[in-house]
């Protein structure tokens, strides 16, 4: 587990990773990602979700060789191209801010909700925020984020560069950068590899192509659990706007 604290004037707040029922300190305002069980507390908004999980223990062999096979000839291709690997496991805030700049240009593209500045600022500080990118000719062409505990090691973020015209190597690329995001989980320690949940009703092509990594799928809860003190400045704050 690990909690990430996102305090604002009115109360403090945080996010929760991986939860496994540990004794803790909430917040006034507790939202809770990818819980192991739902706490006998007075959560809200529970939601109950898939993950596709690869075992790190498992031969890098055995791994590899779990992937469908247009995935592994693509990896290879991918090679030849000289596609490279960066990651940065200790970003800076201008790394961020780098990062979080291209992201939100891609979001904008795709209408995805962007990353705000104060919460991925606030990942960070936490220590607990890595990003990867596969790159060539010094230009990058994808780029993918991850949250992790001492264990876990979850995707948090893929997007590619919008300027990017070649959509075949891209495609590669993807494919590639997780390979060599597995190979870099594998030699830092981590236990679990998380491709960051699956929903085969809002974006089956997505979780489609997750599970082509093999692994096998585990089931999480996000909710959040708010103090009297957080509910009542909400209340106050419709009152406010008239709602």
């Known amino acids: 587990m690990f909690q990430v604290s996102l305090n604002t004037t009115l109360y ?14 909430f917040a006034e305002n507790n939202m809770f990602f990818q819980a192991y069980s ?16 690869i075992d790190l223990n498992l031969k890098e062999e055995a791994i590899f060789d779990a992937f469908k096979a247009n995935y592994k000839n693509e990896i290879r291709r991918a090679e030849k191209e000289g596609i490279s690997f960066v990651v940065v496991d200790t970003p800076s805030e201008k790394e961020f801010l780098h990062f979080n700049s291209e992201y939100n240009r891609f979001c904008a ?6 990353l705000g500045e104060d919460v991925g600022l606030a990942y960070i500080k936490s220590g607990k ?9 010094d230009q990058e062409i994808l780029t993918h984020t991850y949250v992790h505990d001492a264990g876990r090691i979850r995707l948090y973020t893929s997007s590619h560069n919008i300027d990017f015209a070649d959509e075949k190597l891209r495609g590669w690329a993807n494919k590639y950068l997780h390979w060599k995001d597995i190979q870099y989980s594998i030699n830092s320690g981590y236990k679990l590899y998380d491709l960051g949940g699956l929903d085969f009703v809002n974006t089956p092509g997505i979780s489609k192509f997750k599970i082509g990594f093999g692994g096998y799928e585990e089931k999480f809860y996000e909710f959040s659990l708010p103090s009297g003190k957080y509910k009542l400045i909400k209340k106050l704050t419709r009152l406010l706007k008239g709602k």
């Open 109 to 114: 593209q795709k209408n995805l909700v962007p």
């Open 12 to 25: 403090s707040r945080k996010h929760i990773w991986f939860y496994k029922s540990e004794k803790m300190e």
């Open 38 to 53: 739902v706490p006998d507390l007075d959560v809200i908004n529970v939601k109950e979700f898939l993950t596709q999980t």
């Open 129 to 137: 925020f890595i990003i990867t990118r596969a790159m060539i000719n």
